[in-house]
């Protein structure tokens, strides 16, 4: 559209305004029933006497609307339902404590060395036999402190007693470690290996980031309730 500007004597371009358009949104994705429902009133109200809506379609809006109420109501309904796993999750932690759980290590299990002599067994499983197995010790600060090499082991669940001392038989300082699991076969090639971790759990928590439960072990690790295998006494 074009208008005339006496004072410069030009013609200027302006541009249409549609005077019943809906207010604009930064995202359409996000328009909620609230907003639907004040739009479908202002299009009834501003439409055409002449040229009415047609049924169909106001039909079809009012099915919308329907369907996004009955959406709004099942997203309140998930998260009243999440709220109550966590809750339940949190009740299922507090009877483990004081007692020693199994859970899944990431490929890194953890354990603790108390210094009085007490064999310390890292676990582990094969998923073939293995001609060869080693074993990395890591201390708390992440540096290895030693290497195990535990010769041949079989398929499935294994356990390996450490005593907690290095290849010239000196005892390793109380505290918390971790070890890695590096198996192989007669030609030389990669076994797949498994680590669960063993500790007692001393309190619980809850992450911040999402709401999900974690374990305190005595280990220093911290664990989320959802990688726990096996809890110690609890059948």
Same mark, same amino acid.
């Given at each position: 559209?074009?208008?005339?500007?006496?004072?410069?004597?030009?013609?200027?371009?302006?541009? $249409?305004?549609?005077?019943?358009?809906?207010?604009?949104?930064?995202?359409? !994705?996000?328009?909620?029933?609230?907003?639907?429902?004040?739009?479908?009133?202002?299009?009834?109200?501003?439409?055409?006497?002449l040229e009415p809506m047609d049924g169909?379609?106001?039909?079809?809006?009012?099915?919308?609307?329907?369907?996004?109420?009955?959406?709004?109501?099942?997203? !309140?309904?998930?998260?009243?339902?999440?709220? $109550?796993?966590?809750?339940?999750?949190?009740?299922?932690?507090?009877?483990?404590?004081?007692?020693?759980?199994? $859970?899944?290590?990431?490929?890194?299990?953890?354990?603790?060395?108390?210094?009085?002599?007490?064999?310390?067994?890292?676990?582990?499983?094969?998923?073939?036999?293995?001609?060869?197995?080693?074993?990395?010790?890591?201390?708390?600060?992440?540096?290895?402190?030693?290497?195990?090499?535990?010769?041949?082991?079989?398929?499935?669940?294994?356990? $390996?007693?450490?005593?907690?001392? !290095?290849?010239?038989?000196?005892?390793?300082?109380?505290?918390?470690?971790?070890?890695?699991?590096?198996?192989? !076969?007669?030609?030389?090639?990669?076994?797949?290996?498994?680590?669960?971790?063993?500790?007692?759990?001393?309190?619980?928590?809850?992450?911040?980031?999402?709401?999900?439960?974690?374990?305190?072990?005595?280990?220093?690790?911290?664990?989320?309730?959802?990688?726990?295998?096996?809890?110690?006494?609890?059948?």
């Amino acid at each position: 559209m074009t208008m005339f500007n006496p004072t410069v004597g030009v013609v200027e371009s302006a541009s $249409y305004v549609e005077p019943f358009a809906p207010p604009e949104t930064k995202n359409k !994705d996000d328009i909620g029933k609230d907003e639907f429902l004040l739009l479908l009133v202002e299009q009834l109200k501003n439409q055409d006497p002449l040229e009415p809506m047609d049924g169909t379609d106001f039909t079809a809006q009012l099915a919308q609307f329907s369907s996004l109420e009955q959406q709004t109501k099942m997203n !309140d309904n998930l998260s009243l339902l999440q709220d $109550y796993s966590a809750t339940l999750n949190r009740l299922s932690a507090l009877d483990m404590i004081g007692k020693k759980v199994e $859970y899944d290590g990431a490929g890194s299990g953890s354990i603790t060395v108390s210094g009085d002599g007490q064999p310390i067994p890292l676990d582990f499983e094969l998923a073939d036999g293995a001609h060869n197995v080693m074993v990395d010790i890591y201390n708390s600060a992440g540096g290895r402190v030693e290497t195990l090499e535990l010769g041949a082991f079989d398929l499935g669940l294994q356990s $390996y007693n450490w005593n907690g001392k !290095d290849a010239d038989g000196n005892s390793f300082s109380s505290g918390n470690y971790s070890f890695n699991v590096t198996a192989r !076969d007669e030609l030389g090639q990669l076994v797949a290996t498994t680590v669960n971790g063993k500790s007692e759990v001393q309190g619980i928590e809850t992450d911040p980031k999402n709401g999900n439960t974690v374990l305190v072990l005595s280990n220093g690790s911290r664990v989320g309730i959802d990688k726990v295998l096996g809890v110690e006494g609890i059948s």
